[in-house]
């Protein structure tokens, strides 16, 4: 946890410091069965962590320890620990980037790092030529980790009070219902790892630019959701600016989705975060005498 230096901040129910005394005889209760039964994994199965399969699961402790039971064997299967104590190279992320971007880039006004995935440049003829379904995932995989063990402790200290979820923007504009459809394993799969192996990491999910007939594909999507993570899902059309706005600092938007931000290369590449130290973004033009 988070040294608290923010004298303003108060836990949301359900996280460690506002727990109800029968919330917390659970969380007790469901670590102590874990490692009866040897699925506990002390690294790995802090109280935050814990408490986040329970919300998942209403407080049921048979439903969370079947699914955190179900995420641990799903490690191992898909070689995630391997995979962090040898790293994870992805050459081709720059390609990939200019026809699928998906990106973490500064944080919203509550601190939670925001993440960027722009569906409506998707192109999935040339994303293919030069790299697969599966080491897209294995990215996502990568990057959710990254989430988990550099990014929110970071912006947990930068603001002084533990941040635990993101704050998700998809952009639709110019998004072929065609081309969706050509990916949508990959979406279906990627929902499924967000969902059931790191839940309870989305705060807040904004979907903007969506087009007249995204009603087809969110019918889909939603299928792929749970009805807590749909709830937490504003879809926005064109007019996203404001609304972005009351939950993102303008200097934190890039530049083409309607904020100040410009980002050395490009905001996409730039990594730009209190996670790391990215390049300096260019400086903003003066205003006209």
């Keep these: 946890m988070a040294a608290v230096t923010d004298p303003n901040w108060k836990p949301q129910p359900g996280r460690v410091g506002n ?5 917390q005889k659970v969380l007790d209760q469901f670590r102590q069965e874990l490692q009866a039964e040897g699925y506990f994994v002390a690294e790995r199965h802090d109280d935050p962590t814990l408490l986040r399969f329970l919300r998942a699961r209403k407080f049921d402790i048979v439903a969370a320890k079947t699914m955190i039971i179900a995420y641990e064997k799903w490690r191992k299967e898909f070689g995630v620990d391997e995979m ?4 994870f190279e992805f050459p081709e992320h720059e390609e990939v980037n200019k026809y699928y971007p998906q990106y973490y880039h500064k944080m919203d006004k509550e ?5 960027i995935e722009r569906l409506g440049l998707l192109d999935v003829n040339a994303l293919y030529k030069i790299t697969t379904q599966d080491r897209l995932l294995r990215r996502l995989v990568w990057e959710y980790e990254r989430f988990i063990d550099e990014r929110l402790p970071a912006c947990s200290k930068a603001v002084g009070h533990p941040v635990e979820t993101s704050c998700t ?5 110019g998004v072929g219902i065609g081309q969706f459809w050509r990916v949508k394993d990959y979406v279906a799969q990627a929902s499924n790892i967000g969902q059931n192996y790191y839940p309870e990491c989305m705060g807040k999910f904004y979907i ?4 007249m007939l995204f009603s087809t594909v969110w019918s889909a999507i939603k299928g792929w959701l749970d009805p807590v993570t749909v709830a937490k899902i504003d879809i926005l059309g064109s007019s996203y600016k404001d609304k972005l706005l009351e939950q993102i600092p303008v200097e934190n938007l890039p530049e083409d989705l309607n904020g100040t931000c410009k980002c050395t290369p490009s ?3 730039s990594d730009a975060g209190p996670w790391h130290v990215s390049k300096t973004a260019a400086p903003e033009a003066a205003p006209a005498a």
């Excluded at 903007?208 to 087009?211: D, H, K, S, V």
Aim: net charge positive; with cysteine.
């Design 19 to 23: 727990l109800t005394p029968e919330q």
């Design 111 to 115: 601190g939670r790092p925001i993440y």
């Design 208 to 211: 903007i630019n969506a087009p």
């Design 267 to 269: 905001c996409s590449l």
């Design 169 to 173: 923007i998809l952009d639709l504009k």
């Design 84 to 87: 962090k104590k040898n790293g």
